[in-house]
């Protein structure tokens, strides 16, 4: 059984004085729906360009319990979730819509929804904004919209969420973490584990992480980043965005770009193997600590160069800028690093 | 109520199991009782529902992430013939959670990030057997690499307007990105026919193409799901205004 | 459903080969394994992932089956067959993952109490309802994991009874129990 229950919109506000820049005048509506309290204040003021701003900030509490799931769909709009302590979650929307006047502002915000379904433990949150043929044509207005939705919830609760435009990210939530931006960004800080990090054209970074299994991020065009993140394998990929892994610690480390750069930093683990390509970027394998590794590069047509003494095979003479295949200390760790056109350098960091 | 004594003769028919006169008389019984019969039809439907499950299947990183690990560990010798072809591991699997709903053909044809002769063997026959030779398995593989991109577009452009032109603009640069890789490449190859880095090269490149054009495709329909897109065309204005 | 790989259970002349391609994997060969990736990781994955309930620990798992497989293939010694072996070697390892994972313990086998299904509130069964995908899968997720794996030995993959006992080490009149108190439990679930 679900019940839906949307945002409850409470009292108009009194309007300001024109052309001024000024501070908010508020209003607190209490309502209780069964045994949620829903607190609505709504802000008004003028926003730096000049347009009307309108603001309605509402909190809802969710019964999550402490291994919950919450699933999240925002269009325009961050998303940001952390721990809170106990077994409910609280949400936070903060709806922001700009408009030529504030009859204006305040019209287009209630056209914009946040419908929350609770069954059980699991909770959705989706934004719906007016939809179809019918209304585009009948209105031909833009609407000026963004939800802004803040989750504080258990360390166990199991997050799914996507934005179209904003950012999201989540901070020490410990249950399945998936998000999925299309330009935002995506940021993923001190989880236990990581089912998808991806964005198309918004950064993507995973840092202070410990998980068991396999962590992947990606982007099309923005950098995808890891740092301080163990895990048992490491897969990081992007189109024309830069790659940077810095102090992991894995078996297996992938990174990927096409016109991209990879970074590669930290202390190999025993065994492990990394595989580091871009076609045309720059790879930079900055190595640290003392594990012995043997190490594979090959370019096309870009310079291949290290600057960490390696015993080498030989290597066929036409191709000796081109590839480098050599052992350093007992060659546990296997690097194997391949471009295109681009350079790979090897060094110690 | 079903009968409770019939429960498990019912329960056999539907595995299969029960004797002929066991069976007999139940379909007597199942004649005249109702409830039973209502049962029996029910777990008959769940069973063969169970049955016609889809086999869902692993991506392919898992096969190389084994065959390396084994390696690793000194329990197997050399690299198989595939993976000797080719000498980096499968591209990225950019989004691989974001369902496909592209014609059902194109999807079992090349299911994400497969290269077709490794989706072949991934079927039935063993790896083992119909080697060609390298060369010509290379170029039937570039061949069917370069379909599935041609029958993507066609169906990416067909629908071009559901994404946002801000994210549609950012997909295009980068599909021109790999295009640019992918052209590169060929002509590396076409200079030096031998040469591995070119290979492997060209094969990434087609594969991350596949990958990037099989993501958008899959993004429209999520826009076009939700009325996202107009969602987004007012999204668009606010990003402007 | 038309299974592509060749079933569990291989005929005698299959297991002679079975033992061939296992031998030839003891001793280090790449492509041997390779095969017998290619004709059981399919099944194993769907199992692993309807009793899992995601993708991701699935593939995880996958990874772990095989790499355990290859450690002891030397106890392989062809009394049942390959496919029965790993379906064993791979139940272990789901369940073992599902308590580790859960806070209460899990069974192989659940207590048998009152067979649901039968009550009158479902007497009237599923009748006309459309059974999608989607439906049995979310059910077959919430059946307690002893009988969900019997369920889908059983009635997914096509085992026999005396296979599925062998998978899961338990004896075969316990099996059919545990599919039957499942097919009762998902009537109940589909009903609701």
Known sequence: MSRMVAVVVAVVMVAAGAGQAHAQSAVRDRTVTRDRVVFVDRYQGRDRDQREQQTERSTRTLKLGANGEVYIANIAGHIAVMRGGGNEATLEIVKTSRGRTAEDAREMLELVHVDITERGSRAEIKTRYPQGEEWRRNNRRNINVSVAMTLTAPAGTRVQASSISGDISTRDIKGDVALESVSGSVRISNAGRVAAAKSISGSVEITDTEIEGQLEASSVSGTVLMRNVKARSLEAGAVSGNVVVQDVSCDRVEAQTVSGDVQFSGTLARGGRYELSSHSGTIRAAVAGDTGFEVEATSFSGDVRSDIPLKTESTDGRRRNRTIRGVYGDGSAVLDLTTFSGSIVISRR | ?241 | MTAPFPRAGAAPAGRAAELALVERCRQGDAGAFEEVYRTHAGRLYSVACRMVGNPADAEDLLQEIFLSAHRKLDSFRGESALGTWLYRLAMNLCLDYLRSKASRTSHLTDALDDEPGLADASSRGLANRALTRIDMERAVAQLPEGCRAAFLLHDVEGLEHREVAEALGIAEGTSKSQVHKARLRLRALLTE
């Open chain 2, 1 to 241: 109520m079903a009968c409770a004594r019939h429960v498990n003769a019912i329960q056999e028919l539907v595995d299969g199991t029960l004797g002929s006169i066991r069976r007999a008389e139940l379909e007597l019984h199942l004649e005249q009782c109702e409830p039973c019969r209502r049962l029996a039809d029910d777990l008959a439907r769940i069973r063969d529902s169970a049955a016609s499950l889809e086999p869902l299947t692993p991506p392919d990183r898992v096969w190389l992430q084994i065959a390396g690990r084994l390696r690793q560990e000194g329990r197997i010798a050399a690299p198989t013939p595939l993976a000797a072809a080719r000498r980096t591991f499968m591209p990225l699997a950019l989004a691989a959670s974001l369902l496909l709903i592209v014609g059902a053909s194109l999807y079992v044809l090349y299911p994400r990030g497969t290269a077709p002769d490794e989706a072949a063997s991934a079927g039935n026959a063993p790896a083992a057997d119909a080697v060609q030779g390298v060369e010509t398995e290379f170029r039937l593989a570039e061949q069917h690499l370069q379909n599935a991109i041609n029958k993507l577009q066609e169906a990416a452009k067909a629908d071009d307007a559901a994404i946002d032109t801000q994210i549609a603009s950012t997909l295009q640069k980068n599909l021109e990105v790999i295009d640019q890789a992918i052209a590169e490449s060929r002509s590396a190859l076409r200079q030096e026919p031998q040469s591995v880095p070119a290979r492997d090269s060209l094969f990434d490149a087609l594969k991350r193409k596949v990958s990037l054009l099989q993501d958008t495709i899959a993004l429209m329909n999520q826009m076009r799901k939700g009325d996202a897109a107009g969602a987004a065309q007012i999204v668009d204005s606010a990003n402007k205004s």
